[in-house]
């Protein structure tokens, strides 16, 4: 028994001892800010050289070349020669903020048990403690859609600022759409499970029939205008059919894409996103015909099937955009929190492959605000918008080049250093090493 309690107090003797990394938030803007001479990349395909742009209480007052700016009227200037201005880039579809370590359970928080989960919200269990957070906005990721996973219908995302006290400091949009996982119809077998090769998902039909009667159900509980009592999973589906709310359409297949968007439209469902996609570019015309955007897989992943062209995740980006078929780029899969980091660079492959250089960086700003359904603030530089912007002394998509000097979020200066750098600068010190940053 002793030697319990003397394990115990030496534990918690270590713990105290464990330095805590304080992630204090931003504070208010309190001057007006002018940041002149720089490229301004607008995010709408557009960009100015030797442009300016200028805000104040959180929003952005101008945008234009610098040679037209009133620097008079601003408290501080930032001359920015030879560097590059962005509005903030936007993550959507991700379970940052709702996962820390992967292989810890008690630190995942975006999968709630049962298959129909609407009234689920990633709101109020966001984290805006996490320490993987400062290492996105290090990279200029300043906004994310946190996205809960899991069964049918996952639950509602909600559109989150990477800064802030708590969910209610951190919040954009509470609400912004129902995730939807559609069932595939055939899988790679499990042979622990003595399945081999490509298996038929027998238990679909039955899948489809829950699922067509929730709609059902759903729809016919937004109709009835003084409901007997609440039911807190349909009333959570009531923007599906008023046009408030996304359904995002997480799936991956040609047929299965087809089939779940007439699925949706069958059930009166206003607003369609498809989230995945990776056979997007073989179903262009029905994407185009019906009006719906994608939020597509990253791009530096496999092939989704084994025959396919090695590069095609690289070119698939392209192969919407000449489509013209509204789309955005997540970082969704194996890792994603943490890898997240790498979104700009996501961004930078699908330029490689045939997206113009404005038009990938829309892909994750204004393209990805549009698509979420919060372009009237946030996604490009324009005057009235929220001034979450970046400075960087290069190109955003260059992982070589990309380097941020500072960062706003509603005109926010935020703190850009990391726990990485943190243990560089330590052990750069320890051995005698220049610390470059």
């Not at 200028?54 to 101008?62: L, Q």
């Not at 620097?71 to 501080?76: D, I, L, M, S, Y």
């Not at 290492?135 to 219908?153: C, D, K, M």
């Not at 000097?405 to 926010?412: D, F, L, P, R, S």
Request: net charge negative; glycine share 8%; charged share 25%.
């Amino acid at each position: 028994m002793n030697r319990q309690y003397i394990l115990l107090a030496t534990a918690a003797l270590i713990g105290m001892n464990v330095p805590v990394e304080a992630q204090t938030p931003a504070s208010p803007q309190t001057t007006s800010i002018l940041i002149m001479d720089a490229t301004v990349h607008v995010g709408n395909g557009q960009f100015i050289r030797e442009g300016a742009v200028g805000f104040d209480k959180g929003k952005i007052t101008f945008v234009g070349r610098a040679s037209e700016a009133d620097t008079t009227a601003f408290g501080e200037v930032i001359h920015a020669k030879d560097k590059h201005l962005y509005p903030g880039l936007i993550l959507p579809d991700n379970t940052l903020g709702l996962t820390e370590i992967d292989a810890i359970r008690p630190t995942l928080d975006f999968n709630e048990t049962g298959s129909m989960n609407p009234n689920v919200r990633a709101l109020v269990a966001f984290n805006t403690d996490s320490k993987i957070i400062p290492t996105l906005r290090a990279n200029g990721v300043l906004l994310s859609q946190a996205t809960p996973q899991g069964g049918l219908i996952s639950g509602t995302s909600a559109i989150m600022q990477l800064d802030g006290w708590n969910w209610e400091d951190a919040v954009l949009e509470p609400e912004d759409g129902i995730h939807m996982h559609w069932p595939v119809t055939r899988y790679r077998g499990n042979p622990w499970r003595g399945e081999e090769g490509i298996q038929e998902n027998k238990n679909k039909p039955d899948v489809l029939e829950e699922l067509g009667l929730f709609f059902d159900r759903a729809n016919a509980y937004a109709k009835d205008k003084q409901p007997e009592s609440t039911n807190m999973k349909l009333h959570a589906m009531q923007g599906l059919f008023d046009g408030s709310k996304n359904l995002y359409i997480h799936v991956n297949d040609a047929r299965e894409i087809m089939e779940s968007v007439k699925f949706a439209q069958s059930k009166n469902v206003k607003k369609i996103v498809v989230v995945g996609a990776a056979d997007a570019w073989m179903v262009t015309d029905f994407l185009k015909e019906n009006h719906i955007p994608v939020i597509l897989r990253r791009a530096h992943e496999l092939p989704y099937r084994a025959d396919e062209a090695v590069d095609q995740p690289y070119k698939t980006a392209a192969a919407l955009f000449r489509a013209q078929i509204p789309y955005c780029l997540d970082y969704a899969g194996d890792m994603e929190a943490m890898g997240a980091r790498n979104l700009p660079f996501v961004a930078g492959t699908t330029v490689a492959y045939g997206v113009p250089k404005e038009e990938a960086l829309a892909s994750i700003t204004l393209h990805a605000a549009e698509i979420l359904g919060i372009s009237d603030r946030v996604g490009s530089l324009e005057v009235g918008k929220d001034a979450t912007l970046f400075l960087s002394t290069g190109d955003v998509m260059e992982m070589m080049k990309n380097h941020l000097e500072v960062a706003y979020i509603a005109g926010k200066k935020l703190d850009l250093d990391t726990h990485q750098k943190q243990l560089y600068r330590e052990y750069a010190k320890k051995y005698g090493q220049e610390i470059k940053e």
